[in-house]
């Protein structure tokens, strides 16, 4: 299963609410993530832009859109951002890939004319 970042900021309607009656989130939440056939692999209260990170295991990329979706439709977010993680394998594997994938950038690009500075047409370095 692949591992996200979950990055979520409360409204300060939520805030007041869970003042009111302070819960532990994370076991609330890891019930309608394990219902996706996910799990919550930990939580944490945050300070700064965000309240909570969470890291979930999710089945696939539609899936941990779908909690995403979820959470965001509630309402007692303000953000929710969702990050796919890589591990360092397959960081490795897509650094391979990215080496063999022939891109040429456009500062590579030598013009014969310019527009505002910039090289318009012209051939490709090598």
Not at 32 to 57: C, K, M, P, T
Not at 102 to 119: F, L, S
Request: with cysteine.
């Amino acid at each position: 299963m692949a591992h996200y970042l979950l990055q979520v900021a409360y409204t300060s309607e939520a805030w007041v609410n869970m003042l009111k009656n302070p819960q532990d989130r994370i076991e609330i939440v890891a019930k309608a993530i394990q219902n996706l056939g996910g799990s919550v692999v930990g939580g944490w209260l945050s300070f700064g832009e965000y309240d909570v990170v969470a890291i979930l295991r999710m089945p696939d990329d539609a899936t941990a859109a779908a909690f995403s979706m979820l959470v965001a439709a509630e309402g007692a977010c303000k953000s929710v951002k969702t990050t796919p993680l890589l591990s360092s394998e397959e960081a490795i594997e897509a650094a391979k890939k990215a080496a063999k994938a022939g891109y040429t950038p456009p500062t590579q690009v030598i013009g014969k004319k310019e527009v505002d500075g910039r090289p318009v047409g012209g051939e490709v370095a090598k």
